[in-house]
């Protein structure tokens, strides 16, 4: 057997992996990671000078202790409610949860709050791929849907107050969020329906426009006159996500990770059980017979890119109601993470949510190495991006074996007739 065959045999097998398979394989690959991030911390340990070792291997001193970095990184996210005195390895049996440990931290609400908004991401970029699209331009989308919501909700607010208030300008906004980013989206859209442009060119292209944009609104026209940053003036909290149980401070709300939990399943409903998702799922597997089934090709392209802006518009809108409170320049890079979750996710709707929470507890994670270990910021880049790629790579590979292989070997249950349902991997 050639090599090629091999390699198409592997990729077949990644194909027709079961749910249960993919989620093995995703473990062992988180597993692999932390092993091959031992390592590392190990090598930069010893390449680096320290007054006292953190720890000693086989009478060898290193600068960094892999374990306390791990325990950071995974446990820090969530507040480490692990007990010091709970120590097995060395004989020690405390209490396992740490005294005084508060579920409400505002570590938790850091990661929770990460993965709230990367969930829209990751749904706005899962869409389109479902579709056979590569919006890569989520970012802009997304600020676009930032940008508007902060603007018109500065108008709006003095007219209403309370908890009806609440109400209608946390709608309004998210309206205006999905309508500004899918209004942004349907650009690319129209240029690839009808034009035959390159989505991935528009949409990057797109992503420099929206910043412009963003940058000279915020930085002339909606400027808050008395701060010297770029930025529009500060909504009321009226306008705002109410915290709920979380202090006002974590910048977190149960109502909008509540909310993005309901688009989930509403999503995956759409992809599924509609017959819009019945295009977009077909349109994506297989375009030519899904256009001599009848389905308008153009249209569809262009639905499934104004309804993937408006996800990532909704995201933004989430952004400056739930963490900012207006609308900033230098919005993070979360429609870019998007791709990543989505592709960790192997653009199932119902695996955005655990994607997302994923990515949310390495960001929010590595600011507690970063804050509480002397391990070089660097390093704890290098670490988080490695953790990414071994998980997201098999997902990767198995997209890629989907598109290239022959359907009678790849995954003859999507070729069914039904229009390639996905039965085990949502």
Not at 104 to 114: K, R, V, W
Not at 205 to 231: C, G, H, W
Not at 332 to 344: K, M, N
Not at 345 to 366: E, I, R
């Amino acid at each position: 057997m050639s090599l090629r065959d091999r390699l198409e045999a592997v990729l077949a097998r990644l194909v027709r992996a079961s749910a249960t398979e993919r989620i093995l394989i995703s473990s062992a690959s988180l597993l692999l990671s932390v092993l091959v991030g031992f390592v590392l911390i190990l090598m930069a340990g010893r390449m680096t000078s320290c007054g006292t070792a953190a720890v000693s291997y086989f009478g060898v001193g290193f600068c960094y202790d892999p374990f306390l970095v791990f325990n950071k990184l995974f446990l820090g996210a969530l507040g480490n409610p692990i007990n010091p005195d709970f120590n097995p390895l060395q004989g020690e049996f405390g209490a396992i949860i740490r005294p005084g440990f508060d579920l409400l931290n505002g570590q938790l609400a850091t990661t929770l709050s990460e993965t709230t908004i990367l969930i829209f991401a990751g749904l706005a970029v899962a869409v389109a791929f479902r579709a056979g699209i590569f919006n890569i331009g989520a970012q802009g989308q997304l600020v676009m849907g930032a940008l508007a919501t902060a603007i018109v909700l500065l108008y709006v607010a003095p007219f209403v107050s309370g908890a009806f208030g609440t109400l209608v300008l946390l709608t309004l906004g998210i309206l205006i969020g999905a309508t500004a980013g899918g209004a942004f989206a349907a650009i690319p859209g129209a240029l690839l329906a009808y034009a035959e442009a390159n989505e991935v060119i528009t949409t990057i292209m797109l992503n420099f426009v929206a910043t412009a944009i963003a940058l000279y609104l915020a930085a002339n026209r909606f400027k808050d006159p008395e701060s010297f940053a770029n930025q529009t003036v500060a909504l009321p909290d009226v306008a705002l996500f109410p915290n709920v149980v979380f202090q006002p401070r974590d910048d977190f709300s149960l109502l909008a990770l509540g909310f993005a939990i309901v688009l989930v399943f509403a999503i995956w409903y759409l992809l599924t059980r509609t017959a819009l998702g019945y295009d977009i799922r077909t349109s994506g597997i297989q375009p030519t017979a899904a256009e001599y089934a009848g389905v308008d090709a153009e249209r569809t392209i262009v639905t499934s890119m104004v309804l993937s802006g408006a996800l990532a518009g909704v995201g933004g809108a989430v952004y400056v109601l739930m963490v900012l409170g207006n609308f900033q320049t230098g919005v993070p890079s979360y429609g870019f993470d998007g791709i990543t979750v989505s592709i960790l996710a192997g653009n199932s709707p119902l695996g955005v949510g655990f994607a997302a929470l994923l990515f949310g507890v390495l960001k929010s994670g590595s600011i507690v190495v970063d804050v509480g270990s002397d391990v070089p910021p660097q390093l704890v880049g290098v670490l988080r991006g490695l953790i990414i790629l071994f998980v997201a790579m098999p997902e990767f590979f198995r997209l890629i074996g989907a598109r290239i292989l022959p359907e009678n070997i790849a995954e003859p249950e999507q070729a069914a007739p039904d229009g390639g349902e996905v039965t085990d991997d949502e």
